[in-house]
């Protein structure tokens, strides 16, 4: 079977950073090449899902749907010399019209129709209209994946499958009648020899986004009081992008301790060679622990503190919470000067992630159920 992922790359601040060093190397890669470039970076989800559905014997390939870039080298694979004028006509047309079609789904739907997948398995879609998917309900399953607050022009009803990880989730759709699924986060074992071995040269680190945005408020607000509890206030750094026109003002020690964006096999880097990373939640989910983060630190083995959560009882090995600012602040200290004990734990999340969340496991899973739903729709 064949499957497309349309997904989106994050932050879109590092990336353009990256294509900015790259950019005489990039100016001559063709779409190929360049979609390579961008997957082995391992941004977000890269590869994850789709090169361990191929391991499952399907036919499965990314499309990113965020960068300007992309969507270009993808319109000129297609439309070769004629690119340009078939742009120009398409924003014609789009004068003449009462809707406004983005020249990014003409593009779409020659990817499609030249794959011709049999599932569109589109995650946190973001800058595509979701009905813009449902005049292929005809002869394709359209899956979607969604860890993020509802996308403006979002609708579960054009969708036939819906993974999730939130609880809160889970329940709304199927108390509506969608059909709905739990799909964990996990950690690509693939990453382990592409991240740097180093010295463990970072005390704390934290790599998110932060600042006035209601879904970080927040966890910037605790970091912002955690950093008052170090004697070094250099002991902790975070990478990431920040928002807000007055950070600097509101959060002056998130601010001097700001060491730029990252991403990508460069976020592991940095994992690998702390001591100690802190996550939060946020309020976007009611504190439940579904982020990313969780799976990604634990996978490179360094040790998590983590703000507790009911989803994390049974975890306790594997990881250390805290309630609040003072207790994560005597946690980090009380760490950082036991470093046995601190690996040990460590090496424990490692293994555990490693042996119940691993890609080819979560994948594997997900194989079965999105060949039974195909099955299903198109046996009747």
Same mark, same amino acid.
């Given at each position: +079977? ?26 001559? +890669? ?12 391992? +941004? ?19 499309? @990113?749907?965020?960068?300007? *870039? ?9 439309? =070769? *010399? ?20 983005? @020249? ?105 986004? *932060? ?12 970091? !912002? ?15 990431? @992008?920040?928002?807000? !026109? ?16 990252? =991403?990508?096999?460069? +976020? ?26 969780? @799976? ?14 009911? &989803? *994390?009882? =049974?975890? !306790? ?21 036991? !470093? ?38 198109? &046996?009747?």
């Amino acid at each position: +079977m064949k499957l497309i992922k349309f997904d989106t790359l994050y932050p879109l601040e590092y990336i353009n950073k990256k294509i900015s060093e790259s950019q005489s190397i990039i100016d001559k +890669m063709n779409f190929n090449q360049y979609h390579q470039w961008l997957v082995d970076l391992r +941004m977000n989800y890269s590869d994850f899902y789709t090169y361990n559905l191929n391991e499952y014997g399907w036919e499965a390939e990314e499309f @990113f749907l965020n960068d300007d *870039l992309y969507i270009e080298k993808c319109g000129k694979h297609y439309f =070769g *010399l004629f690119y340009h004028f078939i742009k120009i006509f398409h924003r014609f047309r789009n004068m003449l019209s009462y809707i406004s079609v983005p @020249f990014k789904e003409r593009i779409i739907e020659k990817h499609i129709k030249t794959r011709n997948p049999d599932v569109l398995f589109i995650r946190e879609q973001v800058h595509v209209r979701s009905s813009f998917w449902e005049r292929y309900k005809k002869d394709k399953l359209i899956v979607a994946r969604i860890d993020c607050s509802i996308p403006k022009n979002w609708s579960p009803l054009s969708f036939e499958l819906i993974y999730t990880n939130i609880p809160s989730y889970l329940e709304f759709f199927k108390s509506n009648n969608v059909p709905v699924k739990s799909n964990s986060n996990g950690f690509e074992e693939r990453l382990l020899p592409e991240i740097k071995k180093e010295a463990k040269i970072y005390d704390v680190s934290y790599v998110g986004g *932060l600042g006035e945005y209601f879904g970080f408020a927040d966890k910037t607000l605790t970091f !912002e009081r955690l950093i008052e509890k170090f004697e070094n206030r250099q002991n902790f750094n975070w990478w990431g @992008f920040k928002t807000g !026109e007055s950070f600097g003002q509101k959060f002056p020690n998130l601010a001097e301790t700001y060491k730029g964006s990252t =991403g990508g096999i460069e +976020m592991f880097d940095i994992y690998a060679c702390s001591k100690i990373v802190v996550n939060d939640y946020g309020t976007g989910f009611g504190g439940i622990a579904v982020n990313q983060r969780i @799976f990604e630190v634990l996978g490179t083995g360094t040790l998590l503190i983590t703000r507790e959560s009911e &989803s *994390l009882k =049974g975890w !306790e090995n594997y990881l250390v919470t805290y309630k609040d600012v003072d207790d994560c602040a005597s946690k980090i200290q009380y760490y950082l000067i036991h !470093e046995e004990e601190r690996e040990k734990i460590a090496k424990a999340g490692q293994a555990f992630v490693l042996e119940n969340y691993s890609y080819f496991k979560l994948i594997g899973k997900l194989s079965e159920e999105l060949q039974e739903a195909h099955k299903s729709k198109f &046996s009747k």
